[in-house]
């Protein structure tokens, strides 16, 4: 079988679709894949990376005011489509799997051409521009989030990475934590604001660093490369604060999160789903622009008991000292609300989304 995946920009598209991708090839290790994506997202990193070839695009993004530049998107649309066209041809592609982004709209329009079986997975629980004209052109849809609304849809869950999958977080907490230059038998706080990094989440773990370090709490903080050093400098100004890890990125997630007792984050689709699956209770910040999809994202797994939801406006260092603190110190709450992120996470998304790709490719 030949399947062409279309999916970039951010780890959130990025990740999913080799995960699928490792899916298929678990299950057909005689399978043909290649990847579709732009040069301005991580693909372009991520993907041959990870052992797959990777076919460059032009990207079509779309303004989201009217301004001159939306009279561009028919003619660059019309070269991506090309474009992605040209990838589909070459192996003669028997499916195509979108995963949303700057990609994916060329890719389901060429393979529309071609009479190329579709299929879509969807991420959000709001689902974006791409992936809501993809599911009109295929009975084949598949969602990370049981709420999403698209024709056709289907719940298969997120697809995740083997490691972060099959993670016993238990099992793993002491070598993890080792690795990570933590100790074994205080509470740790993981912070991290996805791929980029989140500033003010940075910057309020900052402010309440000498607090949680005076309650005998270890930070393990993912910073962004871009807030690297403005971090670790920020850190170096106060007195001495043992156990405070600053990474600016950390490829072995299901060592971070095998470490921690309680994350902070954003709300991306990604983490919401990864978190819930490996059972680690979080407090989501949700980004404040964009249509609202991170709040959305993640009010599901907090109304299951898995987490704390908090305003990007609310966040200080006085919060995470009068709420989170209490928290981390407090074994058997969190205890129960690992067990309820892990009862509504889902750990077998790359293998029903893998499903879905085979039965759309064999049954043309």
């Known amino acids: ?158 697809p995740l990475r083997r490691p972060i999958a099959t993670l016993d977080r238990s099992t793993g907490r002491d070598a993890a934590r080792l690795t990570l230059g933590l100790a074994l038998g205080a509470p740790v706080l993981l912070v991290f604001g996805g791929s980029q990094g989140a500033r003010r989440v940075n910057e309020a773990v900052v402010g309440a660093a000498a607090g949680l370090a005076g309650a005998g709490v270890q930070v393990l903080h993912l910073t962004g490369a871009a807030h690297a050093a403005s971090t670790e400098a920020a850190i170096a100004g106060r007195p001495p604060i043992p156990r405070y890890v600053v990474l600016p990125y950390l490829d072995r997630m299901e060592l971070a999160y095998a470490a921690a007792d309680l994350a902070l984050c954003r709300g991306g689709a990604m983490t919401c789903a990864e978190l819930a699956a490996v059972g680690l209770p979080a407090a989501y910040v949700p980004l404040p622009i964009g249509n609202g999809e991170q709040r959305r994202n993640a009010e599901p797994v907090v109304a299951a008991g898995g987490g704390l939801l908090v305003d990007d406006a609310r966040l200080d260092a006085t919060w995470i000292t009068e709420t989170l603190l209490p928290l981390l110190t407090d074994p058997g709450r969190l205890a129960g609300m690992s067990s309820a992120a892990a009862r509504f996470g889902r750990r077998d998304g790359d293998e029903a989304l893998a499903d879905l790709v085979l039965s759309a490719g064999t049954h043309q």
């Open 1 to 158: 079988m030949r399947v062409v995946i279309a999916g970039g920009g951010t780890a959130g598209h990025i990740e999913p679709a080799l995960a699928t991708a490792d899916a298929l090839r678990r299950r057909r290790p005689d399978v043909s894949i290649v990847v579709i994506g732009t040069e301005r997202g991580l693909e372009s990193r991520l993907v041959p990376a990870r052992g797959y070839p990777l076919e460059l695009i032009p990207p079509v993004p779309l303004p989201r005011r009217l301004t001159p530049a939306l009279a561009t998107v028919p003619a660059r649309l019309v070269r991506a489509v090309r474009a992605a066209g040209r990838v589909l041809d070459r192996p003669r592609a028997d499916v195509v799997v979108g995963f949303g982004g700057y990609a994916a709209l060329p890719a389901y329009l060429a393979a529309r051409r071609r009479r190329v079986p579709i299929v879509v997975h969807e991420a959000n629980v709001r689902p974006g521009l791409a992936n809501r004209v993809g599911a009109r052109l295929t009975r084949h849809v598949a969602t990370a989030a049981a709420g999403a609304r698209l024709p056709h849809a289907t719940f298969v869950g997120m």
